[in-house]
Nanobody, 115 residues
Framework: QVQFVESGGGLVQPGGSLRLSCTAS????????MDWYRQAPGKQRGLVAS????????YYADSVKGRFTISRDNAKNTVYLQMNNLKPEDTAVYYC????????WGQGTLVTVSS
């Protein structure tokens, strides 16, 4: 079964940076556009950023434009999310999935932005 394993979350102060990673297994990773999602406490999961199969970003949520960068390494079956200038409202569990979220969900990685 396809599996996504997210990592790289943690506690960071406002203005800080984190780099999230998501490694996929049991999937021809290079074929699939990939998304990053996040779910804040008490809120629905929402799309943060998308990247096509060639590594070109195709979408950023307005709330993260200019601060987050999505990228991928097809040789490592991994998609990344570089997050800069983090804000308290970025606090959430972050997940990756194939475009549209049609794959199985991993455990996510918790990002907490707080002073």
């Amino acid at each position: 079964q396809v599996q996504f394993v997210e990592s790289g979350g943690g506690l960071v102060q406002p203005g800080g940076s984190l780099r999230l990673s998501c490694t996929a297994s049991r999937i021809i990773f290079s074929f699939f556009p990939m998304d990053w999602y996040r779910q804040a406490p008490g809120k629905q999961r929402g799309l943060v950023a998308s990247v096509n199969s060639d590594g070109v970003p195709t979408y950023y949520a307005d709330s993260v434009k200019g601060r987050f960068t999505i990228s991928r390494d097809n040789a490592k079956n991994t998609v990344y999310l570089q997050m800069n200038n983090l804000k308290p409202e970025d606090t959430a569990v972050y997940y990756c999935n194939v475009q549209g979220g049609s794959g199985p969900w991993g455990q996510g990685t918790l990002v907490t932005v707080s002073s």
